[in-house]
């Protein structure tokens, strides 16, 4: 039986993913999904000030909120699937829990971004590309927002522009 590991964030990019894997099962019925969601731990400053019950509650709500579209298209589909729900840095997370499961491969859908985003961006899918072993296939998510296509590449351009004429005096 082929094990698919599908990280899922509750983002409309993570439903391309999960689409991904919906139409993998259709053509093979023995594969067995993994749906995770990974919350992330709260800053100390913040955990000082809130219980640990209240905070493990926070999470607990966030993580079905995250869990609860990918779980309804699944369940449309009438496609199998156990939910995994844990807490840590979400590349790590992401990839012990592929060794753990004993997945063939992890299904992650990213949004499209332009290459200069990427690079300046902490991006949860090439840390997860960098710290697993198991096969990562990546999902093209959602087309990105005027806003990420053109107006982060002109204000980092206005930067480095700037950098540069006070460099030049």
């Known amino acids: 039986m082929m094990k698919i590991l599908v ?19 259709r053509n093979n019925a023995a594969l067995e999904i ?22 493990d509650a926070f999470r607990r709500d966030q993580a079905e909120r995250a869990l609860l579209p990918s779980r309804q298209m699944l369940d449309r589909f009438g496609v199998p699937y156990e939910v995994h ?44 590309i960098e710290l697993t072993t198991v096969p990562v296939e990546i999902i093209a998510g959602d087309a990105p927002s005027k806003v990420e296509r053109y107006g982060v590449p002109a204000g980092v351009g206005t930067v480095l522009a700037s950098l540069f004429l006070a460099a030049a005096e």
């Open 7 to 25: 990280p899922v964030d509750g983002s409309s990019s993570a439903l391309h993913a999960v689409r991904h894997a919906i139409n993998e099962f």
């Open 85 to 128: 729900r844990e807490l840590g840095d979400k590349a790590s997370v992401i990839a012990a829990a592929a060794r753990r499961l004993r997945c063939d491969h992890i299904v992650m859908s990213t949004a499209r971004k332009n290459s200069l985003l990427r690079m300046v961006e902490n991006s949860t899918t090439n840390k997860v």
């Open 34 to 55: 993994h749906l995770l969601n990974v919350q992330v731990p709260f800053d100390q400053y913040i955990s000082r000030f809130v219980s640990r019950e209240d905070r």
